[in-house]
């Protein structure tokens, strides 16, 4: 693995922004980002992502690949919840295998965001429809890991008076997915001459504003990660060791459809990150006796900083080895 590409990533600004939010919590300091400013941000990321995406994709023209890339997004976030909840029910309790299956079947809008600076910075392309994919690998993973507690769960234990159907509507129209959705309908909607008219907003200011909402990452994480590593040794280890495992099976397995660099480096993103935002709020709904003190940590505060520091090196890495094979 490229040491120097690993340093460039650990330098990133937006990374270390983030540090700064935990340096910050650990020296007890007063900072934090208000939050309807943080909730802001987190719309304006989604909103800009999608759209730019709508707009890389009215500018391709539907092909096998893409199709093949959105089947092969649904059934990757369909697969991982089933082998990740076998392996979490031997130590954790059923509700909280399912909501942690859920949670790293489904993805995170923030690394995807991420990996596309990381990306810009070593000017590699990727596709827009890589933010399809990423939206439609949203819901599959909370229903599946819905339906595994069901099936496992003592009578009564789960929410009985929560249909799946309930379910697959809150996943669908949850917040998050349809500002992902819309805005890459409508970025493929909107012309060229229509689209420049907010392309400073949508585009200029996409770096500053993931600088502020990195650190406010930071400042969270840095409020549960401690706490939760007195959970003991399993979840951590997972926390790491299952996202790795993914990104890389992702990495060889992508390369049956693209040979783009900049897609196959999306997708391990998108198999390795881990919901910390629409899933919990499904859950919240459909298994309210699953532990969010568990898995919301899980996500943020190592799976997260993970993916963005050795991650993505290591992904990139696996797929320049698999091309040069």
């Known amino acids: ?72 997004g649904i059934i990757a976030a369909s697969i991982i919840p089933i082998y990740t909840f076998y392996i979490l029910k031997r130590r954790l309790s059923i509700e909280n ?26 000017q590699i392309e990727y596709s827009g429809y890589m933010v399809a994919v990423m939206a439609l690998m949203e819901a599959p993973a909370i229903i599946v890991g819905v339906i595994l507690i069901r099936l496992y769960s003592k009578p009564n234990l789960a929410s009985p008076n929560i249909s799946i159907g309930s379910v697959v509507k809150h996943s669908l129209t949850n917040g998050s997915v349809i500002l992902i959705l819309g805005s890459l309908v409508i970025g493929v909607l909107a012309s060229d001459k229509q689209s420049v008219g907010i392309e400073p907003f949508t585009t200029d200011l996409f770096k500053g504003f993931l600088a502020i909402f990195l650190l406010d990452m930071g400042i969270v994480s840095g409020r549960k990660l401690f706490d939760f590593l007195k959970s003991g040794w399993f979840t951590t280890a997972f926390a790491i060791i299952i996202p790795l495992i993914n990104g890389i099976v992702v990495a060889l397995a ?59 090196p290591i992904y990139l890495w696996v797929i320049n080895c698999c091309n040069f094979i």
């Open 1 to 72: 693995m490229n040491l120097d590409l690993l340093f460039d990533n650990l330098t990133n600004p937006a990374l270390l922004f983030f540090v700064l939010g935990i340096i910050a919590v650990r020296l007890k300091s007063d900072l934090e980002i208000p939050p309807n400013s943080s909730k802001f941000i987190s719309l304006y990321l989604l909103f800009s992502i999608g759209f730019n995406g709508g707009r890389e994709l009215a500018h391709s023209e539907m092909n096998a690949e893409i199709v093949w890339a959105m089947l092969f």
């Open 97 to 122: 295998s399912g909501a942690i299956a859920a949670s790293y079947g489904s993805i995170s809008a923030v690394t995807f965001v991420t990996a596309v600076m990381f990306l810009e910075a070593l």
């Open 254 to 312: 992508s390369g049956w459809f693209t040979l783009s660099v900049g897609n196959r480096l999306m997708f391990c993103i998108l198999a390795a990150s881990a919901s910390y935002i629409a899933v919990p709020a499904a859950i919240k709904i459909a298994v309210p006796k699953a532990n969010p003190g568990i898995f919301i940590p899980m996500a943020l505060a190592i799976t997260f900083p993970f993916n963005v520091t050795f991650g993505m």
